[in-house]
């Protein structure tokens, strides 16, 4: 059993981008900078994840991603399962067809109320309380903005004279 790197940075991201999201829309490259993952992979992550409802995009300038749901509402085992992540303890996918005869192994129950328990767990943790964690743990009570990139601007010969 183990949880992937995918269901790691699904949760790190989205907990980046809650933290973010009060200022608008919040970038992967953003993201992808902050919580060093690769921006690549975490397009793809949020693919699944916008696919799920979970977040939504805005395009263009100033775009980014937002949550689609309310902090409280977002669980850790909705953010695991919308990547395809799948946590289970069973060698046999929970069918339990374990062992070489097809029938479940000796500890095929053990190891499927341990599915059970995690699932109840991850199922019980918002994205509210771990942005909560987060903001106490930095000691960060304001909202954190995404740093962006300032665009440049055109400006006229008389506005450049002027500066």
């Known amino acids: 059993m183990r949880l992937t790197t995918k269901g790691r940075f699904a949760v790190t991201a989205m907990i980046d981008l809650a933290l973010r999201q009060h200022a608008g829309p919040v970038t992967l490259a953003g993201i992808s900078e902050r919580q060093k993952i690769s921006l690549s992979y975490l397009e793809q992550l949020f693919g699944k994840l916008r696919r799920r409802q979970l977040v939504s995009s805005v395009r263009g300038p100033g775009g980014g991603y937002n ?9 850790v085992s909705d953010i695991i399962h919308a990547v ?8 046999c996918g929970g069918m339990g067809n374990c062992s070489e005869d097809q029938k479940p192994c000796m500890t095929h129950e053990l190891w499927t109320s341990l599915n059970e328990k995690m699932f109840e767990y991850l199922n019980s943790v918002t994205l509210a309380q771990l942005v909560a964690q987060q903001r106490e743990r ?13 665009r440049r601007v ?10």
Do not use: F, Q
């Open 67 to 75: 949550l689609a749901k309310p902090l409280e509402a977002v669980s």
């Open 84 to 91: 395809d992540e799948t946590l289970d303890a069973t060698n």
């Open 138 to 150: 930095s000691g960060v009570t304001a909202v954190m903005h995404d740093e962006r990139p300032l």
């Open 154 to 163: 055109r400006r006229t010969t008389e506005e450049l004279a002027a500066a």
